[in-house]
């Protein structure tokens, strides 16, 4: 199995120890491309996935302000975001959006700045990467009236049906975790049962949300072959076909890359 991890958080301090190992235990589970989100503890720092794609040909980036750390945006984070977006391994602005439930920053700080990031992101000609809780009727009203012109991607989807309606309707792609695993999230598995394969995604979220067997331990993004597993049973296919289509979709949405077969 050839994978994509579009969603972790290798500069996470729970991967201090050993991190270099994790990282060769997802390359020895067919994870051939990372995507390392960069949000980290929020500005000024917002280079914590570019260090990592600098240190790792397979490790690729995203920039961008949490909505947990909008409070922490200054104007210059914005400009310094713009200049950090043409660092060639940067795919795309996230994780942004709206975190309703921890309400860490003040909900119209929050909409500012996720408004701004995705004008930054229009500008970059880039996708985005969504992060949204308890939000999720505002978080599709920003975007309605900013647009999706570059695509993006609905992180660690925990919406069902319904939700993946909308989402796919505004022509996002669905990424689905570890909670497509845990036993009580049927609605999830009804939302990736319907979710065409071209818009299916797959990611760890590690070290958050490890799924079964590993759930309550620490995510890495080598467990994200359970959550492969599980997602096949749910669409009735192989794990390699799977692997095969979140594969093709990250690389055409991120890497802007066509596949010979499309
Ligand atoms: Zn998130
Ligand atoms: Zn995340």
């Known amino acids: 199995m050839k994978l994509v991890d579009s969603h972790c958080h290798l500069d996470d301090e729970q991967f201090a120890a050993d991190r270099d190992a994790a990282i060769e235990r997802a390359r020895a589970a067919g994870v051939e491309r990372m995507l390392a989100i960069g949000t980290g503890d929020g500005p000024p720092d917002l280079k914590a996935g570019i260090r990592l794609a600098d240190q790792y040909p397979f490790i690729y980036a995203t920039i961008g302000v949490h909505p947990h750390n909008a409070a922490k945006a200054t104007e210059n984070t914005l400009n310094d975001l713009a200049e950090l977006e043409s660092h060639p391994k940067v795919l795309a602005i996230g994780e942004i ?26 500008r970059a000609s880039k996708p985005i990467v969504i992060h949204t809780r308890e939000a999720w009727d505002d978080t599709l009203s920003v975007i309605r009236a900013h647009g999706l012109p570059y695509g993006g991607i609905m992180h660690c989807f925990t919406g069902g049906p319904i939700q993946a309606e909308q989402a796919l309707a505004l022509g996002f792609h669905l990424s689905f975790g570890g909670i497509v695993t845990f036993p009580k999230a049927q609605d999830v598995r009804d939302a990736a049962a319907l979710t065409p394969a071209d818009r299916l995604l797959v990611e760890t979220d590690a070290p958050y949300l490890a799924p079964v067997p590993n759930r309550g331990k620490r995510n890495e993004p080598a467990f994200i072959v359970e959550t492969v597993r599980r997602l096949a049973e749910i669409r009735g296919t192989t794990p390699e076909d799977i692997a095969g289509i979140t594969t093709r979709n990250f690389d055409r949405l991120c890497l802007r890359l066509q596949s010979a077969t499309e």
Do not use: M, T
């Open 97 to 122: 959006g709206l975190d309703y439930h921890y309400d860490f920053s003040p909900r119209d700080v929050q909409l500012r700045v996720f408004a701004e990031q995705l004008q930054l992101a229009a």
